[in-house]
């Protein structure tokens, strides 16, 4: 299983700070935050949170949470993000979550 748990060494101030800022989490956002936050353990599949929050496909989460992370980045820009080891780029699905995967799923936590 691979685990996904770097730190963004950021502080609770500015998550706070983007949390509150409207701009950064955008109503779908928080409404994404706070269903996984009431799932067991916080955690729950793409699919799963699709399933809850009435979506088509994971799919469409995969893009809002690429979106917000983007955001994210535009406004902590002296952090250092997750970046893919095959290529350097960043994940930014890794920003706002920690995950895990195995063969068979991928969970947000």
């Known amino acids: 299983m691979k685990i996904y748990n ?3 060494n950021t502080s609770v101030r500015q998550w706070l700070e983007l949390l509150r800022n409207k ?4 109503e779908e956002d928080a ?3 706070m269903m996984l936050y009431y799932q067991t353990n916080c955690k729950a599949t793409g699919k799963q ?3 809850l929050l009435n979506k088509k496909s994971h799919s469409v ?9 983007k955001r994210i980045v535009s406004k902590l820009q002296d952090v250092q993000f ?7 780029t960043i ?7 920690l995950g ?3 063969r068979n799923t991928a969970a947000l936590m």
């Open 6 to 8: 770097e730190s963004l």
């Open 23 to 26: 701009e950064i989490f955008q």
């Open 31 to 33: 409404k994404l935050m």
């Open 49 to 51: 949170l699709a399933n």
């Open 61 to 69: 989460l995969n893009l809002q949470i690429g979106r917000l992370g």
């Open 82 to 88: 997750p970046r893919r080891a095959k290529d350097g």
């Open 91 to 97: 994940r930014y699905w890794h920003i706002p979550f």
């Open 100 to 102: 895990e995967e195995d």
